[in-house]
């Protein structure tokens, strides 16, 4: 269960494209150990908020701490924050011509500066929590879509993270290929990994969360625990959005 230590703040964050307001005076924490869920309508600043967190996406106003440190704006201290907040997208982002475990070396070695061997034998063994330690030879494209997001999946953990990053990582993904993908980030979300999961999976969504949050037009609207948000939606714009997925 989270405990009151915040590892993400958001505070008063404003973001736009142009004249569009993506985000809108953000406040969020995101405390150790929690796994919160960001849902909402398509377009409502979800993905955005999740970039922000590690400076994908900068932002016009407001501020992000990072264990209470502010994020850095550039330069080696913004690479050190990065690599502690792992980042899995809906494209797997695998270097296409390195061999699953290069792509999971490579971070830890380089970046940590983890001796081959020890950051080998760490990787086979996060590729085997992950299912895919008999595929470490290959490389990217001989391996499902399934297989490739839970070795993203891996590679981010590997760099030891503070806190997992998940922007629609099953989005790209066949129906068959999801739940491998969402069983794994149910067992990270077992063993106390702080997690910021942006989604349209409502089941793991209720199970796994400690908290929804729900967006729409670059607000929050509404933060609730998952039972209370799925059973009791305070406002309209909640309702609608539960009543429109109801049927999927």
Same mark, same amino acid.
């Given at each position: 269960? *989270?405990?009151?230590?915040?590892?993400?703040?958001?505070?008063?964050?404003d973001k736009?494209?142009?004249?569009?307001?993506?985000?809108?005076?953000?406040?969020?924490?995101?405390?150790?150990?929690?796994?919160?869920? #960001?849902?909402?309508?398509?377009?409502?600043?979800?993905?955005? #908020?999740?970039?922000?967190?590690?400076?994908?996406?900068?932002?016009?106003?407001?501020?992000?701490?990072?264990?209470?440190?502010?994020?850095?704006?550039?330069?080696?201290?913004?690479?050190?924050?990065?690599?502690?907040?792992?980042?899995?997208?809906?494209?797997?982002?695998?270097?296409?011509?390195?061999?699953?475990?290069?792509?999971?070396?490579?971070?830890?070695?380089?970046?940590?500066?983890?001796?081959? *061997?020890?950051?080998?034998?760490?990787?086979?063994?996060?590729?085997?929590?992950?299912?895919?330690d008999a595929?470490?030879?290959?490389?990217?494209?001989?391996?499902?879509?399934?297989?490739?997001?839970?070795?993203?999946?891996?590679?981010? #953990?590997?760099?030891?993270?503070?806190?997992?990053?998940?922007?629609?990582?099953?989005?790209?993904?066949?129906?068959?290929?999801?739940?491998?993908?969402?069983?794994?980030?149910?067992?990270?979300?077992?063993?106390?990994?702080?997690?910021?999961?942006?989604?349209?999976?409502?089941?793991?969504?209720?199970r796994v969360?400690?908290?929804?949050?729900?967006?729409?037009?670059?607000?929050?609207?509404?933060?609730?625990?998952?039972?209370?948000?799925?059973?009791?939606?305070?406002?309209?714009?909640?309702?609608?959005? #539960?009543?429109?997925?109801?049927?999927?």
């Open positions: 269960m *989270a405990d009151q230590t915040p590892v993400i703040e958001l505070r008063h964050v736009h494209y142009g004249d569009l307001h993506v985000l809108q005076d953000i406040n969020l924490t995101v405390h150790k150990g929690e796994v919160l869920v #960001l849902i909402g309508p398509s377009g409502s600043g979800k993905s955005t #908020l999740c970039r922000t967190i590690n400076r994908l996406e900068t932002i016009d106003s407001g501020e992000i701490l990072i264990e209470g440190e502010p994020l850095p704006q550039e330069g080696k201290a913004l690479a050190q924050m990065r690599a502690e907040i792992g980042m899995v997208f809906q494209s797997f982002n695998l270097f296409a011509h390195k061999t699953i475990l290069q792509n999971v070396t490579l971070g830890p070695i380089e970046v940590l500066g983890i001796p081959k *061997a020890e950051a080998a034998s760490r990787a086979m063994e996060l590729l085997r929590r992950v299912g895919v595929q470490a030879a290959k490389v990217p494209a001989q391996l499902s879509g399934g297989q490739q997001q839970r070795v993203a999946i891996a590679r981010s #953990l590997a760099m030891q993270p503070k806190a997992m990053l998940f922007d629609e990582p099953t989005s790209a993904l066949d129906p068959e290929m999801i739940n491998e993908v969402l069983e794994v980030m149910v067992e990270l979300a077992r063993e106390g990994m702080t997690m910021v999961v942006v989604t349209h999976e409502m089941n793991f969504a209720r969360s400690n908290r929804v949050v729900f967006m729409a037009d670059g607000q929050i609207v509404e933060e609730n625990t998952p039972d209370e948000f799925f059973d009791h939606p305070k406002t309209a714009r909640a309702r609608d959005f #539960l009543d429109s997925i109801k049927g999927h």
